[in-house]
């Protein structure tokens, strides 16, 4: 088990809360002399582009950022798979078939990552056999949660066409196989993201049993109104910073001010499961 995991989309250019993730990864990484993985996370195909990636790594070097493993997670495809079919056949996930609309709308963010908690399901294809599906163009394929046992937990995982020959993983399904696969010591994600372990947790623990994979929570750069930052925020992409006269030096300089931990007091906020603050206003980080 080693390394530090920082796992970007490229749906668009960094905003300075993608860049401050990145960059506490990078420094955890030389804090604890581990090496830092770079997974891009680009199964959303409707949305990902390879220049946002292209961008986003040049943007992570401009602040002194560099992988020394990055991994595309699109060339995983045939894990994905691979494990897939094997859950299926042990019965660990199961199709639905609920109305189109109910399923368009969990499937609307399948592929992204989840930015709270999936609304609880119904449960109501648990118990039902295939043979009782009804005719649809994709079926959705729930994870069978072992903490309830009415369903309401069973987070999508991947979705099929009718006879199975098309598939496409979900962000869940994904990124705990490569978690799992890459057996990191640390996982780098920020706080919006939370909500994501509880069902990862569990395929994690599927895939490679015993695992011990610690996470660490930053905190979450927000608005003044308390919304999180997008990549389509106004303002706050690394060349808008240089622009408004924040250079890439003074940056990480505000980055180091606003994480300024050793190792030992590093292992101690660890332990508590991520940073002091869950947010940090933007207004605040900036601040010179």
């Known amino acids: 088990m080693k390394g530090i995991r920082f796992a970007p989309s490229p749906t668009g250019r960094f905003h300075v809360g993608n860049l401050r993730t990145a960059w506490i990864a990078s420094q955890i990484g030389h804090l604890l002399a581990e090496p830092l993985t770079i997974r891009v996370e680009d199964i959303d195909s409707a949305r990902s582009r ?32 691979e494990l897939f079919n094997r859950a299926r056949n042990d019965g660990l996930i199961y199709p639905c078939d609920c109305s189109r609309k109910d399923v368009l709308e969990a499937l609307a963010g399948l592929r992204s990552a989840p930015h709270g908690r999936e609304a609880d399901y119904s449960g109501r294809c648990r118990t039902r056999k295939p043979s009782d599906m009804h005719p649809v163009e994709t079926l959705a394929w729930r994870w069978r949660s072992k903490l309830n046992a009415d369903g309401r937990y069973d987070a999508i995982v991947a979705r099929t066409n009718p006879d199975g020959s098309q598939f496409t993983p979900g962000y869940h399904w994904a990124c705990a196989i490569d978690d799992a696969d890459g057996n ?105």
């Open 184 to 288: 990191y010591r640390l996982l780098v994600r920020a706080w919006d993201l939370e909500t994501a372990e509880f069902t990862q947790r569990q395929i994690r623990e599927w895939v490679r049993p015993n695992i011990q994979t610690d996470i660490f929570h930053t905190s979450l750069v927000v608005n003044l109104d308390g919304s999180r930052l997008e990549k389509r925020t106004k303002g706050v992409t690394l060349d808008e910073l240089t622009a408004a006269g924040i250079t890439e030096q003074t940056l990480v300089s505000l980055f180091e001010r606003s994480f300024p931990f050793d190792v030992r007091q590093l292992n101690e906020l660890m332990k508590n499961k991520g940073e002091i603050e869950q947010t940090i206003s933007l207004d605040t980080l900036l601040e010179r």
């Open 50 to 81: 390879i220049e946002f990636k292209d961008l986003q790594i040049a943007d992570l070097k401009r602040i002194g950022v560099d992988a020394d493993e990055l991994i595309i997670q699109s060339n995983r495809h045939s894990r994905h798979l």
